[in-house]
């Protein structure tokens, strides 16, 4: 019975430190996306504010402007395209870009 005894305080010790380990990750990762939050909303109200014209304007850049070009390339590896330029304007063509990025599953994203 002394045995059980000390195996079960050994093993409730174990799991009260697992307990605190578990609780400061869960307490990171909150705090991480609250920061993460605005930004998000951010970008959903300027996602949202986009039309054709906009997408136009974006294509008849030959060069990218770098905030573009950066915007653009993280756009692509979302969307599992090539990261280029010339693939970019490719998508942003399409007439159902911006509906497609509306619908984007953001709450499935890999880690990629």
């Not at 000390?6 to 609780?23: D, Q």
């Not at 909303?41 to 996602?47: D, N, P, R, S, T």
């Not at 619908?103 to 890999?110: E, F, I």
Request: net charge negative.
């Amino acid at each position: 019975a002394d045995e059980q005894q000390k195996a079960v305080a050994t093993r409730s010790v174990k799991i009260g430190e697992e307990e605190v380990k578990c609780r400061a990750i869960a307490d990171t990762a909150q705090a991480d996306l609250e920061e993460a939050l605005p930004f998000l909303e951010a970008a959903i109200l300027a996602l949202n504010s986009l039309n054709k014209k906009d997408l136009t304007e974006i294509r008849s850049y030959n060069k990218a402007p770098g905030l573009v070009q950066d915007v653009m390339e993280a756009v692509m590896v979302l969307r599992g395209s090539d990261p280029s330029w010339a693939e970019a304007k490719k998508q942003l063509g399409d007439p159902n870009f911006i509906q497609q990025l509306v619908n984007y599953d953001k709450d499935n994203m890999s880690d990629r």
